[in-house]
């Protein structure tokens, strides 16, 4: 239990929580969650789920009728033919990976992972025992991957490859020139297995486009893809994901799910099947405020002296440069927190490479983000 980290944006939002309820006013801008309630014809497929008596188990893998859903969703916005059967319906995204870490991490092993990157991928390579290396992603590069920095670090011990595109914390995507790089290479290391999280797929802006790795055919047989329902649909509650595994390792996969977690809610899984057989008018309505609130923050930000922010393309996050304030950032996401009463989350929380660093969440409303602001320039230049 030692080696198992944790989620510091939990922390920081049980923090937020406790001032709050010492009468303190705070505006969090670290949980990564949409502030946008979960579109009505969704909630209403739950609930009517529930009174038509969806209470039971449902298969392991889940619902027919949803896996078929996903897969449609997969040839709508990727242009994949996906076989439901290799799809598993999990309760969030992070069954998915969890059940990749205990697949292939054991002590002997290594895997590779984004570092700044979502903090539950170090966490649970080491709880897993094997050795986590940590891919650098650099703010000169957009935060996105250097193939040939990711290539050279694989050895005969690696065993899966961790690629995040749209990234959590930095907001970097993974253009396709770059991934058609990677993929090259790849095929010269055949006992790779690669572990693509886009829970972020849909959230990508202007002219970027998102670019999936179930495109590459040469290594389908060894991918593993993240997705779900959570940042989309804006249903982080109702806990609902998906991985789509190759047909070598969707029987083990479906076997980790009997062993910990059975299956995803009955009633859940229906509503999500409507989420996304159903009107898509609200992901766009999202889509455009995430944008708007983007441009927003990182105009702002960029005029706090001590800040430096490069302009995310995809997910709703920005990781600005805090160096100039002299501060580390664990220290100034404590400061603002005490001090402004705005929530973030420090660079470190995201491992080690991403000292000099701190996020901002934009799922939050515009004139929460332009107050948080004034407060943070207010704290860092009192009068």
């Not at 697949?103 to 050795?131: K, Q, R």
């Amino acid at each position: 239990m030692s080696r198992l980290g944790t989620e510091s944006a939990f922390e920081v939002l049980a923090r937020a929580k406790a001032l709050e309820a010492r009468g303190r006013d705070i505006i969090n801008l670290g949980i990564g969650a949409p502030d946008f309630r979960t579109p009505d014809n969704v909630v209403e497929a739950g609930v009517k789920a529930l009174q038509d008596g969806y209470h039971f188990y449902t298969p392991a893998k889940g619902l027919p009728a949803v896996r078929e859903a996903v897969a449609a969703d997969i040839l709508r916005h990727r242009g994949v033919t996906v076989d439901p059967d290799y799809i598993q319906v999990v309760p969030g995204g992070k069954p998915t990976m969890f059940f990749a870490m205990l697949m292939f991490g054991e002590v002997g092993a290594e895997i590779l992972y984004p570092n700044p990157g979502f903090p539950i991928y170090e966490s649970m390579i080491a709880f897993s025992g094997a050795t986590p290396v940590p891919i650098e992603l650099r703010e000169e590069h957009g935060f996105s991957i250097d193939p040939d920095e990711v290539l050279g670090k694989i050895t005969p011990k690696t065993r899966l490859l961790i690629i995040n595109t749209p990234a959590n914390p930095t907001g970097g995507v993974i253009e396709k020139d770059a991934l058609d790089h990677l993929v090259a290479g790849l095929e010269r290391h055949p006992h790779v297995a690669i572990l693509a999280d886009e829970i972020y797929s849909r959230l990508v802006y202007g002219r970027t486009q998102h670019h999936s790795l179930l495109n590459y055919e040469s290594i389908r047989d060894r991918l593993i893809l993240l997705d779900g329902w959570s940042k989309t649909f804006s249903m982080t509650g109702w806990r609902l994901g998906y991985g789509v595994w190759p047909k070598a390792w969707i029987d083990d996969a479906e076997r980790l799910q009997i062993n910990s977690n059975s299956c995803a809610s009955a009633a859940v899984q229906v509503a999500g099947a409507e989420a996304m057989n159903g009107p898509q008018a609200a992901v766009d309505t999202m889509l455009r405020a995430f944008d708007e609130r983007r441009v927003a923050i990182v105009k702002e930000l960029n005029e706090i002296p001590g800040f430096r922010c490069v302009m995310p393309k995809g997910a709703f996050y920005v990781f600005p440069n805090i160096e100039g304030t002299g501060m580390k950032s664990a220290a100034l996401q404590d400061h603002l927190l005490e001090s402004a009463g705005v929530a973030t989350v420090a660079g470190t929380a995201f491992g080690a490479l991403g000292e000099g660093y701190i996020r901002f969440s934009y799922a939050s409303n515009l004139e929460e983000i332009r107050e948080a602001l004034q407060r943070v320039r207010s704290c860092l230049q009192p009068a």
